[in-house]
């Protein structure tokens, strides 16, 4: 509501309407506003006073750029720039015609010129252009791009008996939300696994995240804890070995599909590290060359499958939103990637990982109501723990003693529940409670 006050010379003053001096008054308001308003809609780019305030600026002078070093760069498209802030540049990368990442572009956020220096090379960027190999990419079928909803696993908490490379691949191809495992170690234990060559251990880690990849469903995670092995020495005159296995399965993950998200440390307390005898020689002489660090962590690998899509489409297409609002994780979370968290022990299995490793895993990487899949099922931490967040498990073992102890440990956690668990290759529970 305006107020226009008009004094008595301007109510009757043939020269002056009400008209004219209301449109004045109105004029100076409209002003008022839109100068009110250009102070709000000023962005955060502008406020630090960048000459480059929008990814539509920084594209254009990237083209422009690039058109003008070379002709053979015209046809590269741009993916999204991103405002650098701590060096006040923007960085935009460039793409061949398949948008495989050929090289950046950085410009100055505050004058708008080419930061050479920190630019991919141009003959690079030619390079790579040149080696581009056009191919035919099949159109994805419209309904898939339209999916709205993202399709509920048909899978319920089932217990598998028999070697996971085989077993897995009875089952659905994307019916699982989550893989979460610590495979056996190699030739750690010979009570625990013996394989006759380190080649034929990777042969099956691949053979398992094949069958991970066709099991998950579009854009979902596979998380795997392992460490690098100590395979202690047979006399005094032979060096003990220790095998890097992480960085070996790392690279058969990205050859299978996925994209390497994050590395985890799992750090276990300063003693635990000891019972490897690993570093007594050099506490005991402390001589140059004979130092070796104790291990205390372990590595807790994370990949997504591999998708053009971003974490929200999985998020916003979840087929039941009440349960991603359920699954929302309270404060308190692991805001590094160290976790310290104190190792577990059994009696009936050599190498089980702690309750609380699993659940972090199950509760940033999964929602209620999905299914966690347990290659290596063991002593059947993950398909506790699964229960116990609300997820459906499934578990895959082929050790008949840990089938028998997950069983046992399963009646424990689940009570009745146990009784709809399905079991293959196996007996299913005896309801009798003799397995109690």
Request: with cysteine.
């Amino acid at each position: 509501m305006i107020e226009i006050c008009l004094s008595s010379s301007q109510r009757f003053s043939p020269s002056t309407s009400v008209a004219t001096s209301t449109l004045k008054i109105l004029s100076v308001h409209s002003q008022s506003n839109e100068s009110s308003m250009s102070e709000k809609k000023q962005n955060v780019y502008e406020k630090r006073g960048y000459a480059v305030t929008s990814t539509a600026n920084a594209k254009k002078i990237a083209q422009d750029f690039l058109q003008s070093q070379s002709p053979e760069l015209k046809k590269v498209k741009f993916g999204l720039p991103e405002a650098d802030d701590r060096y006040h540049v923007w960085r935009i990368p460039v793409l061949d015609p398949s948008k495989d990442r050929i090289g950046e572009v950085v410009v100055n956020a505050k004058s708008g010129d080419i930061d050479q220096a920190k630019s991919s090379e141009i003959s690079v960027m030619i390079q790579k252009f040149a080696e581009h190999t056009p191919t035919e990419t099949p159109a994805k079928k419209t309904s898939d791009r339209r999916r709205s909803v993202i399709a509920r696993s048909v899978l319920r908490n089932t217990l598998v008996q028999g070697d996971a490379e085989f077993t897995l691949a009875e089952l659905p191809a994307e019916s699982v939300d989550l893989v979460f495992t610590s495979p056996p170690y190699f030739n750690a234990r010979p009570d625990y696994t013996e394989y006759a060559a380190y080649e034929e251990y990777l042969g099956k880690m691949r053979k398992i995240i094949q069958q991970g990849h066709r099991l998950l469903s579009e854009g979902r995670f596979f998380v795997m804890n392992v460490s690098p092995v100590l395979i202690r020495r047979t006399d005094r005159n032979k060096a003990s070995r220790r095998i890097a296995v992480p960085f070996d399965l790392h690279r058969i993950f990205i050859e299978e599909g996925f994209d390497f998200i994050d590395d985890i440390i799992w750090e276990k307390p300063s003693g635990a590290g000891w019972a490897t005898g690993r570093g007594r020689r050099f506490a005991a002489d402390r001589t140059p060359l004979q130092y070796k660090a104790v291990p205390v962590t372990e590595y807790v690998l994370v990949y997504r499958k591999r998708t053009d899509r971003l974490l929200d489409w999985n998020i916003r297409n979840h087929h039941d939103q009440d349960a991603v609002q359920r699954s929302k994780v309270e404060d308190g979370y692991e805001q590094t990637n160290i976790w310290r968290i104190s190792p577990s022990y059994s009696k009936f299995h050599p190498a089980i990982f702690p309750t609380e490793l699993a659940e972090r895993v199950i509760r940033y990487y999964s929602f209620e109501g999905d299914v966690v899949l347990d290659p290596f099922g063991g002593s059947g931490t993950t398909g506790k723990v699964a229960y116990n967040l609300k997820r459906k498990f499934v578990m895959a073992e082929m050790d008949s003693d840990y089938v028998d102890l997950m069983k046992r440990e399963l009646t424990k956690t689940m009570g009745k529940d146990v009784e709809d668990v399905n079991f293959i290759g196996c007996s299913p529970i005896d309801s009798s409670g003799s397995l109690i």
